[in-house]
């Protein structure tokens, strides 16, 4: 997701110019620039790429197996969590298999259609996941500062309608967001200046009005990047207080073992979109939201199951009750 206040202003600053004319040519693909200027750098960014796949495909693969197996992890912390590694997956896997294609090809080319598809689930899993980290913080607020509420208040019935409700809203959102797209019209010129289709480049390819695109993401980022973050930010608040309010020393230190996890990846997360997407808009680079991208898109889908497994020790401990049995 992209806070567009900046993507706002870059199309009001850039107006495409109005085709109408007969004879225009539609544009029917699209050229993926990637990194190919820097060639010098090819073998390194397959490693790097080819590596943080790997890693993000195992690492929440061992998540989902270990949640579904493990009766231990059968909690609503855990069941979003097993929702999390799979939107990690699905975000990694838009991405990162065609980037891959573009540094190992001369040309990275891209139909409108299979663009239009890497958009809609780059947007499904991007803000699923901002949502399932304030579900998941509301999970822990209840966990810790309404104990008593928390198994009525955290239901099964109640955690698989909140996950619903989160993969529908997002999928609803993706939905229009590209609908919107594919309403465009897109004459030339054709190269995306990025590794992946997303949308402020693509609107800056557009030769008709994208007033109404721009005003739809500034709407879906107040949301998803606002009201989110300020749910987040109040649950760990109230979170914080009631640990800080607690008498027991060991009592403290076990209720933020449960959150700390969950912390650290809300931090990664934001810190990541915050970083590439607050700037000036008079201040964009297409270099540095290659750069930028890769914070969201590929690191953070990375680190999250190195972060669980690490940090938890529920999570440390059904991965040492599996690896025996597999070794068997």
Known sequence: MRLFAQQYSLCETHPSPQLTGPNQTMVTEFVLEGFSEHTGLRLLLIGCFLSLYTMALLGNIVIIALVTSSTGLHSP?????????????????SVLPKALLGL???E???SFKGCMAQLFFLLW?????LLLLTVMAYDRYMAICHPLHYSSRMSPHVCGALAMGVWSICALNASVHTGLMTRLSFCGPKVITHFFCEIPPLLLLSCSSTRINSIMTLV??????GINFILTLLSYGCIITSILHMRSAE???KAFSTCSSHLIVVCVYYSSVFCAYISPASSYSPERSKVTSVLYSV???TLNPLIYTLRNKDVKLALGRLLPSSSH
């Open 108 to 110: 990275n080319t891209i």
């Open 125 to 129: 899993s991007l803000s699923s996941e």
């Open 77 to 93: 912390m855990y069941f979003f969590l097993c929702n999390l590694a799979t939107m990690d997956i699905v975000c990694t896997s």
């Open 251 to 253: 009592g403290k230190k």
């Open 220 to 225: 879906a980022d107040a949301f998803y990047g």
């Open 299 to 301: 690191l953070s889908p």
């Open 104 to 106: 190992v090809s001369d």
